[in-house]
């Protein structure tokens, strides 16, 4: 089992900068890749970014590409999420999840971390 823990959230306003954090832990040995969705009221889990725990290669969703970006420390078994230049529109829960190899689902995840961004 892996245990994700999310954190860094809060209140910004549009144009700001805000930090996410995701601790792991437990069998943190068996993480291929990990990533972030966010979902907003009403609307369905939105794929933010991911990235390969062992080389660093990164994907991100069309809707953050450019003014995101997801980085780990391996050493500290945590992975980030950097936002920039924040619109309204980014306002959601954010959580983290984390997948063995060969997993076509994120088998764990976080409970999420509230990013609200005022206009």
């Known amino acids: 089992q892996v245990q994700l823990v999310e954190s860094g959230g809060g209140l910004v306003q549009a144009g700001d900068s805000l930090r996410l954090s995701c601790s792991a832990s437990?069998?943190?040995?068996?993480?291929?890749?990990m990533g972030w969705f966010r979902q907003a009221p009403g609307k369905e889990r939105e794929f933010v970014a991911r990235?390969?725990?062992?080389?660093?290669?990164?994907l991100y969703g069309d809707s953050v590409k450019g003014r995101f970006a997801i980085s780990r420390d391996k050493a500290k078994n945590t992975l980030y999420l950097q936002m920039s230049s924040l619109k309204p529109e980014d306002t959601a829960v954010y959580y983290c999840?984390?997948?063995?190899?060969?997993?076509?689902?994120?088998?764990?995840w976080g409970r999420g971390t509230q990013v609200t961004v005022s206009s």
């Open positions: 999840a984390a997948k063995g190899p060969y997993r076509a689902q994120y088998d764990y």
């Open positions: 437990g069998r943190t040995s068996s993480i291929y890749t």
């Open positions: 990235i390969m725990w062992s080389d660093g290669g990164t």
